[in-house]
């Protein structure tokens, strides 16, 4: 059964789109030409998106779009020099400013074509990093939303050239807490639970690595010591 959100995504994203389609494939591979790492994060991002409306009970081709759309939320970055991309030491104000401008070049790069598909692409790449909640900004698509809760957790898990990656469960939390006040109620939550019922062998992969759960021995002592006081509880019930 479609949820609400997902019947959002079925009516913004069921365009039968074969030209955008190839379209935002061809510039996608651009992208992997020139940027091979943002290449790879684009992928993973829209999987992330395609995988999470599959989970709203999106219909399969439908997601498939959604999450095209998606991996192109950085394809303004085609306009970034390599040397400021994967700059290791601090950035300058002039070189934040071109790589934060990759938002609008991204929607520049995708807004002259009339391809619907392309379209909604383009305003994925122009909002993607914008604080809706804060700014009030409700009439975002959904599909921003989502591309920029997927792009956070990529993001946050992905080793960068100016750090090491962090935790799912840190990207999570992040996510969750949401300081900046970044993420609406209304998409954050069920990506929330999206996310740790998808991921929930990561999760605890990462918490038994980390010390953060219990060792499948402690699991096991947990459980035997649980049963042990079922069949007690079991006697003295058939006793009085």
Same mark, same amino acid.
Request: with cysteine; glycine share 4%.
């Given at each position: 059964?479609?949820?609400?959100?997902g019947?959002? #995504?079925e009516?913004?994203?069921?365009?039968?789109?074969?030209?955008? /389609?190839?379209?935002?494939? =061809?510039? /996608?591979?651009?992208?992997r030409?020139? +940027? *091979?790492p943002?290449y790879?994060?684009?992928l993973?991002?829209?999987?992330?998106?395609?995988?999470?409306?599959?989970?709203?009970?999106?219909?399969?081709?439908?997601? *498939?779009d959604?999450?095209?759309?998606?991996?192109?939320h =950085?394809?303004?970055?085609?306009?970034?020099?390599?040397e400021?991309?994967?700059?290791? =030491?601090?950035?300058?104000?002039?070189?934040?400013?071109?790589?934060?401008? +990759?938002?609008? &070049?991204?929607?520049?790069?995708?807004?002259?074509c009339? !391809?619907?598909?392309?379209?909604?692409a383009?305003?994925?790449? %122009? +909002?993607? @990093?914008?604080?809706?909640?804060?700014?009030g900004? $409700?009439?975002?698509?959904?599909?921003?939303?989502?591309?920029? $809760?997927c =792009? $956070?957790?990529?993001a946050y898990?992905?080793?960068?050239?100016?750090?090491? &990656?962090?935790?799912?469960r840190f990207?999570?939390?992040?996510?969750?807490?949401d300081?900046?006040?970044?993420?609406?109620?209304?998409?954050?939550?069920?990506?929330?639970? !999206? $996310?740790?019922?998808? !991921?929930?062998?990561?999760?605890? +992969?990462?918490?038994?690595?980390?010390?953060?759960q219990?060792? %499948?021995?402690?699991?096991?002592?947990?459980l035997? %010591?649980?049963?042990? @006081?079922?069949?007690?509880?079991k006697?003295? #019930?058939?006793?009085?």
């Amino acid at each position: 059964m479609t949820s609400p959100l997902g019947q959002q #995504m079925e009516y913004q994203f069921r365009l039968h789109d074969r030209a955008g /389609r190839k379209f935002l494939t =061809d510039l /996608r591979e651009q992208l992997r030409v020139e +940027h *091979e790492p943002t290449y790879q994060h684009c992928l993973r991002v829209g999987d992330l998106a395609r995988r999470f409306a599959l989970y709203l009970g999106v219909e399969k081709d439908v997601a *498939e779009d959604f999450g095209l759309a998606v991996s192109c939320h =950085d394809i303004g970055k085609l306009l970034v020099p390599s040397e400021i991309l994967y700059k290791t =030491d601090k950035l300058t104000r002039a070189e934040r400013g071109i790589v934060k401008a +990759h938002s609008s &070049n991204g929607e520049r790069l995708l807004e002259g074509c009339s !391809f619907p598909l392309v379209r909604e692409a383009a305003a994925i790449a %122009k +909002h993607h @990093h914008e604080t809706k909640a804060a700014q009030g900004q $409700m009439d975002i698509p959904a599909s921003v939303h989502i591309a920029s $809760m997927c =792009d $956070m957790v990529d993001a946050y898990t992905s080793v960068r050239s100016y750090r090491e &990656n962090f935790t799912l469960r840190f990207a999570l939390r992040t996510l969750a807490e949401d300081k900046r006040q970044s993420f609406v109620p209304e998409f954050q939550r069920p990506f929330l639970v !999206f $996310m740790q019922k998808v !991921f929930a062998q990561d999760l605890a +992969h990462e918490a038994v690595v980390l010390g953060l759960q219990e060792t %499948k021995q402690e699991q096991q002592a947990r459980l035997r %010591k649980s049963c042990l @006081h079922g069949k007690v509880r079991k006697r003295h #019930m058939r006793v009085s």
